[in-house]
């Protein structure tokens, strides 16, 4: 956008006044990528500051000619993630921000549960059963439509598509 500062403040007021569903940050893989790469590329943004970041991953739309492989590294590498005390290096997935994102995080994984297929909740250490500790999760969704709201935190949902679907 090149233009006044009115102009642009014009815009803003526009867009503000559209009420519309927020968004979800997403990776999309095509049976091109390679799975390792995918993984370690979706652990990272998926997990990476316990999820709490607004860059972080919410959905990784995965083709399907790919997705059980990817699926199963998925689940794999999320067993070596190490939940814990920030100030360790050793450490992957710190703690959410505080009781009210862990009630809201847990509210959402008891809803997925039952609605997703559980691809993998990793288990927390004994040294984090006190404090706002989440343990990282993964689900496989049918539909992007199951998300009603951004899932502020270290959950990633995987969904396949058929390639002559990826427009929708």
Sequence with gaps: ????TETAWAINRGQAAIDRPGGQ???IADSSALPEQLVKDAMVA???SAGQRCSAARILFVQSDIADKVIHMLSGAMDELVVGNPG???TDVGPVIDE????ILTAHAARMDKEAK???AVTLPD????GSFFAPR?????SLSQLSREVFGPVLHVIRYDAADIDQ
């Excluded at 009210?100 to 009630?103: E, M, W």
């Design 138 to 142: 993964a689900y496989e969704l049918n």
């Design 46 to 48: 998926a997990f990476d």
């Design 25 to 27: 940050n997403a990776l």
């Design 88 to 90: 360790l290096l050793s």
């Design 1 to 4: 956008f090149t233009g006044s």
């Design 118 to 120: 559980l691809i993998k």
């Design 127 to 130: 040294d984090c059963q006190h």
């Design 100 to 103: 009210d994102a862990k009630a």
